[in-house]
C-alpha cells in the first residue's frame, strides 16, 4: 500500500498471534504490536489526534507556533516527529530520569529540551515538570500545550485501536490488557467497547508504585511506561473491569521472556501487560481470546530491562522468576 508521508502510516500496526507462549494452554494470545508505529510506539497515535485538528485548521502554523509539553518518553517521540514534519517549534520539558536515547531522539527530530533536574517534595518528577510547563505556555507567544493526561483526544485516538483489534479478531476479543498512565488508551479502547456493546473484559495493569489506582504510592519506580506520579484527568475508574499492578521485577522477566520465545523485544509496559496475564493463567476460560497491547520497542530499554548488570544493581528477579517457572506456559 503506497502512503503520502510518514504520519499517514501512523496506526497501521500489526496483530500476530504469540503460538509459542500459548503452548499448553487452552486459549489464545495476541498481540497488537504498536512498536510498528513510525516514533515506535502507541503514543504516536495520541500525539497525531491531539495535533492533527489544530494543524489542519490552521490553529498551529509552520515557523510560528510552538507545542509544549511534558513527556520522558515515547509521547515526546511522537510529538516531535510530528512538529518536525510540518515545521511547528516543540519544546519537551523532560526530567533527570530521562535516558540519553530518548533525549538523542529528541534532539534528531529537532525538537528543544527543558530539563527539570530537581523533583518535588515527595521525590516524584512529574508534578514539577507540569508547572515548568506551564511556565513556558506562559511565557512563549502562540504556545499550545496538547496536555495528554486531560485531553480528550487521546482517549479517542484509542477508539480505533480497539476497532483495529476488533477488526483483526473477528470481533471475538475475551480479554484485553492494556497499561495505563496518562489513560488515554484504556479509556480510548473501552469507550469503543461500550459503544459497540461489545463482552469484551478490560484488565488494566498498573505499577506497583504508581498512583493512578492507589495500592503502594510510595514504592520507587524505575521503569517508565505505566504507572504515574499524580492520577491523571483522563482517570475513570469504572472503565476497567479488573486491575493489576505489577512489578518491575515482574516486567523485566515477563520482557525477557516475551523476546526469548516469540523473539519481540518489547518495552517495559510491554511486559507489564504480559506478567498480568501470565498471573491470570489458570482463571481465564478455555477458548477465550486474550489481547495484550505492547506499547513500545525495547531498543530504548537496553540500558535497564534488558541490561543484567543495572538489573542486579536494581532488581530482586528471584520473587518474579519463581512465579514464572510454575506456569504452565
Known sequence: MKHKGILSTIGETPLVELVKLSSGLDFSIYAKLEMANPGGSIKDRSALSMLADKIASGELISGRSTVVESSSGNLAVGLAQICGYHGIRFVCVVDAKTNSHNIGMLHAYGAEVEMVNRPDADGEYLPARIRRVRELVGTLPGAYWPNQYANQLNPRAHEQTMHEIVSAMGGQVDYLFSAVSSFGTLR??????????????????????????????????????????????????????????????????????????????????SGAVMAALLRKVREIPAGSNCVLILADRGDRYLQTVYSDDWVDRNLNLSQAEELHDALPC
Open 188 to 269: 480510548g479502547c473501552a469507550q469503543y467497547v461500550a459503544a459497540q456493546s461489545l463482552s469484551t473484559r478490560l484488565v488494566a495493569v498498573d505499577a506497583v508504585g504508581s498512583h493512578i489506582f492507589g495500592g503502594q504510592p510510595h514504592v520507587k519506580r524505575l521503569l517508565p511506561g505505566h504507572g504515574a506520579a499524580i492520577r491523571p484527568a483522563l482517570f475513570d475508574p469504572n472503565v476497567a473491569h479488573e486491575v493489576m499492578h505489577v512489578t518491575d521485577a515482574e516486567c523485566v522477566t515477563a520482557c525477557r521472556r516475551l523476546v526469548a520465545t516469540e523473539a519481540i523485544l518489547a518495552g517495559a509496559s
